[in-house]
């Protein structure tokens, strides 16, 4: 039983030293121990990337790496990678610059509520975007994109 425990770990360790940070096998199949071993080996063959899968799903990997960032995958970044968030800035920028600069309003509030902002600490989000909002709105030829990046900045 012990040394059916250290395989996946021995695995994991090889992988990790080996993997490609954006792989076809990783585009096709995920991350995972499976990926880690097979992409190693040949990382766009069916056979390879039929074992990386099986061997993904018995090992029930994946949500682990994908919530934790390791394994290959991409640690989440908060505002920047929310779509949701991004979608929202482009289309309301001129209202949101108002209650930016205000610090408060209804589509400041809709954005932290977009963004995950928990309601204890919302009256501190919204202090912080006012104290910099010339650092989140950095002018009038500003792209919804920029603001996105100059938010995530100011929020860290």
């Known amino acids: 039983m012990k040394r ?23 585009s096709n199949v995920g991350v995972g121990l499976g990926t880690m071993l097979f992409e190693a080996v040949e990382s766009d063959g069916l056979l390879s990337q039929t074992l990386a899968a099986t061997t ?10 994908v919530t934790s960032g390791t394994g290959g995958a991409k ?12 979608d929202y800035i482009a289309s309301n920028m001129d209202v949101l610059a108002r209650d930016m600069a205000a610090g408060q309003g209804e589509s400041l509030a809709a954005l932290a509520e977009l963004a995950g902002i928990a309601e204890a600490d919302r009256p501190a989000f919204y202090a912080t975007v006012q104290r910099n909002f010339s650092a989140i709105f950095t002018g009038s030829e500003v792209t919804s994109d920029q603001v996105v990046e100059n938010l995530a900045k100011v929020v860290a």
């Open 4 to 26: 059916l425990l250290l395989v996946p770990a021995m695995l994991f360790a090889v992988g990790a030293v080996q993997a490609a940070e954006n792989s076809a096998m990783r």
């Open 56 to 65: 993904n799903g018995i090992f029930l990997n994946q949500l682990f790496f």
């Open 75 to 86: 640690k989440y970044d908060g505002i920047v990678q929310n779509r949701q968030v991004r």
